[in-house]
């Protein structure tokens, strides 16, 4: 057991150490970081009291204990923050913190005026100092968990259809990567409530350390993290640099007010913009965005989201797709001899699973069919 715990609090500060040695580190990989050290660090107090370290050096006691306040707010700020372009928290995302801090300054005076036999009675629940305060933090840490989980994860899924007013795929986007983050981390707590009514509501006693179930969820997670961090595109590393993929907002394109444009300079602007489509084929490269395909037209990506939904009635990843498949039909057409997945990659597809669910969509058939049914 021992040798489980040491690798995962050693892999925990080895993921910190790859997220904060980026170049070019996001806010996100600041918060992720913080959200693992707080992982080991909790792992290492535990492990420090299991091997009796709080015993040899009684100071250590308790000063792990209102970390776990801190892991929601973490999470749901790496969900909030992985689905936004911002460089820096908003004041009011500290808010999210108030409750570990606040534990933390409750808890200032038996950090730092406690004597060692003072902390030893408190640990071992001679003194009733802190007993009112433990089961108050007990219960804060759970919610905290529970509802930071839940928010996270509904977050996960409203972010779904924005992603496609700004991206013309979605392979690659770590959606997935957050929501089993949640879940996994959401098992935790869910595990943690569970055993801990059972134990101090109905009065079951279990044969072995309760405590090990949720910790050993935790040390699963952190290996978890590891191995999905590898795969994960751009967790670890720093992405290649594309000059397109930087693009914002351009200062000098003009801003419409409230993001939108009279109807007729709308329309005149929709016609431009199926002109390039067609003649410069933008959609041919497999990861079009809203913001490189609106520095192109010299607009601002508010400006064409909302002609985009105005004029043609669907988001941008239908509006490009849908020139895709048309593009994928005329090529299959001309040049039977190549495969279909080879024609895919040429119309700007990014995989054969996103190809065969947006042909889907858009013709009702799978290219298969719709093929077959062209020739007879």
Known sequence: MSVIFISAIFLSFFIVMLLLTKKQKALTDTILS?????????????????????????????????IFLFLGPLLYLYCLYSLRSDRSLRRIDYLHFAPGVSAYAYMFNFFFFYTVEQKK??????????????????????????????????????????????????????????????????SVFITAAIVIFLRDSLGIHFSFNVEYIFYMLIITFIFFVGYF??????????????????TRDNPNVPKYKNSGMKNEAARQFYSKLLKVMVEEKPYLEPK?????????????????????????????????????????????????????????FDSGFNSKSSFNQIFKKHTGQTPSEFLAKQVQ
């Open 34 to 66: 913080l959200f693992i050290a707080s992982i080991g660090l909790q792992l290492l107090g535990y492990y420090l009291k299991q091997a009796g370290y709080w015993e040899k050096y009684p100071h250590l006691i308790g000063i792990t204990a209102p």
């Open 121 to 186: 009675l408190v640990d071992s629940g001679q003194i009733e100092d802190f007993k009112l305060f433990s089961i108050v933090l007990l219960i804060a840490i759970l919610t905290s968990g529970l509802v930071y989980s839940v928010a996270a994860y509904r977050l996960t899924i409203r972010q779904k259809q924005k992603l496609k007013e700004n991206f013309s795929f979605t392979e690659g986007i770590n959606l997935k990567w957050l929501r089993y983050c949640i879940l996994s981390i959401g």
């Open 229 to 246: 961090g590898i795969k994960q595109e751009n967790l670890f590393i720093n992405p290649p640099q594309n000059s397109k993929s930087k």
């Open 288 to 344: 079009l965005t809203l913001a490189e395909l609106a520095k192109e037209l010299n607009v601002s990506t508010n400006s064409l989201s909302q002609i985009i939904n105005q004029e043609a009635g669907v988001n941008f990843y239908d509006f490009v797709n849908k020139y895709r498949v048309e593009d994928f039909i005329n090529q299959a057409k001309k040049n039977k001899n190549f495969s279909l997945l080879a024609l895919a």
